[in-house]
């Protein structure tokens, strides 16, 4: 494919190296590779790339080194490579990129003079073993002159050279003989240290310990539902939220199956609208989950602050439901075997500075069997589980489906959508309006919002089906939302509920 311009693979589940004969796409101009599962070095083979504006290989498990190649790139304007494995010191000819960002690695050594036109912070953050002149960084130890040296170990007298060589022996034993009691010490009071596994190399468990005073109440920023939530700064300027087991819990088994069974899905599933799980410690001493930090918290309390819910206006609304759905498609049709959260609800939604959604509390997550009946005892919240699992006690991707109905209705209305789920049944319902139940704090929305909420609440009410197999796919709601909206024939005043309930979906 020698005349492609664009080639575009971000968030998938790509293994393995980057082939080597991407150098030979000499009209490339965007190359986006981010947030795969990639490893092995970059190619130096990239640098053929003359035309290539955009280079993104962000969020992967690359290692080895930078290659100056890349340098050599006359048109490169911006170039991501954080958040992998790379080592050694940065290549000294990235001065023509107006934009790079190597975040989150593990280079050393100096950083060149011409990193002071960038955000230093932002674009070599994570990279605790690199000096220089630069804020947040140490400085660089001076450079010895190799023939004062050679001049001086001539003229030293070899006496004192073995006098010093003695001392030294005896202080690098002492040394030795502290760390060891040291780590004992710390092996004693904590458990196997190394047991906690690292996302990007750079979380270590001692940070975690140091960050929160070995997690001190005054971090404490809420309580799950089986742990303390902390919110702590790594040494690296990275902030971070820890769930941590208590140790009363740690020793319920319930508990215990719940977090580690978190562990397990999360480690194994990767989506733009997924929380993060950067780590975690399996010991019966200290059991903690290390999560991405979402600055502005749990969907649930920012529709029941007014101040923050009004902040919340419909396009952001919309854009949670839609990213919430994308997720749960994900799960649903795309892992293997199939993944069904269980306690979808919007306690479990959070949001970064941003206000986009990510799907968060995965411990009562089950994934399918294919071969099994998937009958489990019921678990979620209450208000937001399927109605079948109460007689029949069998888990399905549809039981997430009217749970994503029950949040979606909430979401637009700014409430949990209990007495209108009641009334559903009943005649009353019937004569009730769509822009009757919509969140009343917010300013009534344009035209074209409208077009967007009559498609929510539609899907909503597909979702709630009373029966499972009348309910819609979540893939299928994912793809209705990506699809051309079609414009609706009424203003919102004058839809009723009852029409949204019997509306004609047009879902693969």
């Not at 950083?111 to 690199?130: A, E, V």
């Not at 029941?304 to 049709?333: F, P, Q």
Request: charged share 20%; glycine share 6%.
């Amino acid at each position: 494919m020698k005349n492609l311009n664009t080639l575009s693979l971000s968030n998938n589940s790509l293994i393995g190296p980057i082939p080597s004969a991407l150098g030979h796409l000499t009209n490339l101009e965007y190359l986006y590779l981010d947030s795969n599962h990639i490893n092995g070095p970059i190619p130096p083979e990239l640098g053929n790339l003359h035309s290539l504006e955009y280079l993104d290989l962000g969020h992967n498990f690359i290692s080895g080194e930078a290659p100056i190649e890349l340098g050599f790139i006359d048109h490169l304007w911006s170039l991501n490579i954080s958040h992998n494995n790379l080592t050694g010191n940065i290549p000294d000819n990235y001065y023509s990129i107006q934009t790079v960002n190597l975040s989150y690695n593990s280079l050393t050594g100096p950083i060149p003079t011409y990193f002071h036109r960038y955000d230093t912070l932002d674009t070599l953050i994570g990279n605790k073993y690199l000096c220089g002149d630069f804020t947040g960084f140490p400085p660089c130890p001076p450079t010895r002159n190799k023939s004062i040296v050679t001049k001086a170990k001539i003229c030293v007298p070899i006496a004192i050279s073995l006098g010093f060589l003695v001392l030294g022996g005896f202080l690098l034993c002492r040394r030795i003989v502290k760390k060891a009691q040291f780590e004992s010490r710390k092996e004693t009071k904590h458990g196997n240290l190394f047991s906690i596994w690292n996302y990007d190399g750079h979380i270590a468990y001692e940070d975690i310990i140091e960050a929160t005073e070995d997690f001190d109440i005054k971090y404490c920023i809420g309580a799950g539902g089986y742990g303390s939530v902390y919110k702590a700064k790594l040494p690296c300027g990275k902030v971070i939220a820890l769930k941590k087991l208590h140790r009363l819990e740690a020793e319920n088994p319930t508990f215990d199956m719940s977090f580690k069974n978190e562990v397990k899905v999360l480690t194994e599933i990767r989506h733009r609208n997924i929380i993060k799980l950067y780590g975690f410690c399996l010991h019966k001493r200290c059991m903690f989950l290390v999560y991405e930090y979402m600055e502005r918290g749990s969907l649930f309390c920012i529709l029941n602050n007014d101040v923050e819910a009004i902040e919340l206006d419909w396009s952001k609304r919309l854009n949670i439901i839609k990213g919430t759905a994308h997720a749960l498609s994900y799960m649903h049709h795309e892992c293997i075997p199939t993944i069904v959260h269980r306690d979808i609800t919007s306690n479990n939604i959070l949001l970064n500075n941003k206000q986009e959604a990510f799907v968060s509390d995965f411990g009562t997550a089950k994934l399918l069997d294919p071969d099994s009946s998937n009958q489990t005892l019921v678990a979620g919240t209450y208000g937001y589980i399927a109605p079948e699992l109460a007689y029949t006690m069998k888990v399905t991707e549809k039981c997430d489906v009217y749970s994503f109905g029950v949040v979606a209705l909430e979401i637009i209305m700014g409430r949990h959508p209990t007495e209108l789920l009641t009334s559903l049944s009943s005649s009353s319902s019937q004569n009730m309006m769509l822009h009757e139940i919509l969140d009343q704090r917010l300013p009534p929305p344009n035209h074209l919002v409208q077009q967007d909420i009559f498609l929510v609440a539609t899907i909503a009410f597909a979702c709630l089906q009373e029966k499972p197999k009348s309910r819609p796919t979540m893939k299928c709601v994912s793809q209705e939302f990506l699809s051309q909206k079609k414009p609706i024939a009424k203003p919102l005043q004058a839809l009723s509920l009852w029409q949204l309930r019997n509306q004609k979906m047009y879902m693969i």
